[in-house]
């Protein structure tokens, strides 16, 4: 993934250098308890896009950093790095 510092907002959006593994990756996200949106929800058309929405500002730092782990771990399962 690719983020860029948002400068300000309360989420950031994340370019997915791999769109191909996104909804699967959310799915395993969803499953470890970390819901993210994908680009496609906020396209008019609902057309795929690269990107993921993800909301920071309800969560303490040990939160996101849990979230984060959470989400590097389903993206090598998805990959299929792990079992």
């Known amino acids: 993934v690719r ?3 948002p400068h300000e ?3 950031l959006w994340v370019n ?8 699967a ?3 395993r996200c969803a499953s470890k308890g970390v819901v993210f949106y994908t680009g496609q929800l906020y396209e008019f058309h609902h057309q795929p896009l690269p990107f993921v929405c993800m909301g920071f500002a309800a969560h303490d730092l040990e939160e996101q950093n849990q979230a ?3 989400m590097a771990e389903a993206l090598k399962e998805v990959r299929g790095k792990r079992p």
């Open 3 to 5: 983020v860029e510092d």
């Open 9 to 11: 907002g309360l989420s």
């Open 16 to 23: 997915v250098r791999e769109p191909q593994l996104l909804d």
């Open 25 to 27: 990756w959310a799915d």
């Open 68 to 70: 984060c782990e959470r």
